[in-house]
Every structure is written in C-alpha cells, then in structure tokens.
Nanobody, 115 residues
Framework: QVQLVESGGGLVQPGGSLRLSCAAA????????MSWYRQAPGKERVLVAK???????NYADSVKGRFTISRDNAKSTAYLQMNSLKPEDTAIYYC?????????WGQGTQVTVSS
C-alpha cells in the first residue's frame, strides 16, 4: 500500500522558515519524481516545486530564491525548505509522487504565515 505522509507544517511569522517533509512508503522512491503543491482557500491547487528522479529541480516563480526542494532516496523522503515566508504562502501543502502516468498524493499539511 502506497503512503505519502507530509509533516512540518505550522504557524510561522512573516520572514520565518519551515521545512516540510514527505515520507514515502510502498514505492521505489528513487524512481519517482517528487513535487510539492499548495492550495490556498478558495483557490486551485498549484505546483510549487518539483525534483526529478535524477535530481533536476524547478520552481514556481512565486517561490524562486526562497524555497528549496530536495530528496533523500535512502530515507524515501522529500523535503521543502521554505525561507522568507510571506502571508501569501499560507496554504495546505501536498506532496505528490509521479512515475509516468501514475500519481500518488499525500494528505497535506497546513502552513500558516501570520503575525
């Protein structure tokens, strides 16, 4: 059974940092591209960052220079380091594992940026 479990969300002040983790089970993690998406209230879910199985990364323009995606294949875990957080980063953050036409999603973790 495939499981993706996100953790690390919470409440942080503007300018602060958080690191999200996505622990995977039931898949050959190293073969999968891993992505982070977010969904703010009343808005669509959008891509934040992606890392391929080879380690190539890409980011949404809104987070470039502030967020860093990484992966540890030995731990079957993907990470999203978020720095210089802004109120507009407030959302539920989801991780996704993708291999060809197969996607698996986590349950999401809430990130709230507020003073």
């Amino acid at each position: 059974q495939v499981q993706l479990v996100e953790s690390g969300g919470g409440l942080v002040q503007p300018g602060g940092s958080l690191r999200l983790s996505c622990a995977a089970a039931g898949i050959t993690f190293s073969r999968y591209a891993m992505s982070w998406y977010r969904q703010a209230p009343g808005k669509e879910r959008v891509l934040v960052a992606k890392i391929t199985s080879a380690g190539a990364t890409n980011y949404a323009d809104s987070v470039k220079g502030r967020f860093t995606i990484s992966r540890d294949n030995a731990k079957s875990t993907a990470y999203l380091q978020m720095n210089s957080l802004k109120p507009e980063d407030t959302a539920i953050y989801y991780c996704k594992a993708n291999l060809l036409w197969t996607d698996y999603w986590g349950q999401g973790t809430q990130v709230t940026v507020s003073s």
